[in-house]
């Protein structure tokens, strides 16, 4: 069976090969907090979130809930423009930056989603397999991983639990453990 953290190995290797090709046209940088919205997670990723979440210092999660109260289009553990819990961050902000391909299968084609930073829309870009990041290997290992985590611990699969939530859950997720 897979684990989530085997997950997290594979795609930020697949990152990082695709973040060499593009070395010279990234900005992602600290500090760089334009993608930093908030966005939602399958039940495993937010354990996952939590679990980081309750390891920080008291006075930073106070920061965090307080985020979270907010109306802010903000990701609520973004704190002095950094993530809180940048080593325990979903998938979906690991991906962030890049230029990421899903496969449309219905058209027959691919489709790319990429940072208007590192890529302005003013620009042509001619997008290669070599500089595209294709999401849709992770996410299925992501879906099949989180099947098996809600299934143990009786939640419902399908469900999304935005960042917000997460932020300002007082009675604890089920661990996400390796």
Do not use: W
Request: glycine share 2%; net charge negative; charged share 20%.
């Amino acid at each position: 069976m897979q684990t989530y953290p085997d997950l997290i190995t594979a795609l930020d290797a697949a990152i990082a090969a695709t973040a060499e090709h593009l070395r010279d046209r990234l900005q992602c940088r600290p500090g760089c907090s334009d993608c930093c919205k908030g966005f939602s997670v399958l039940a495993v990723e937010a354990a996952v979130m939590q679990q980081a979440l309750a390891a920080l210092a008291p006075a930073t999660r106070a920061r965090i809930l307080a985020a979270a109260g907010q109306v802010a289009e903000q990701c609520p553990f973004l704190l002095d423009d950094l993530c809180a819990i940048y080593p325990h961050r979903p998938l979906i902000c690991r991906s962030q930056g890049l230029a990421i391909a899903y496969i449309d299968h219905e058209h027959e084609a691919i489709e790319v989603s990429a940072c208007p930073i590192n890529f302005p829309t003013d620009e042509e870009y001619p997008f290669s397999e070599e500089n595209l990041l294709f999401m849709d290997p992770f996410n299925d290992r992501l879906a099949a991983i989180n099947h098996d985590f809600c299934v143990k611990n009786g939640l419902p699969p399908a469900e999304r639990i935005p960042f917000r939530a997460i932020a300002a859950l007082t009675a604890p997720l089920p661990e996400a453990s390796p």
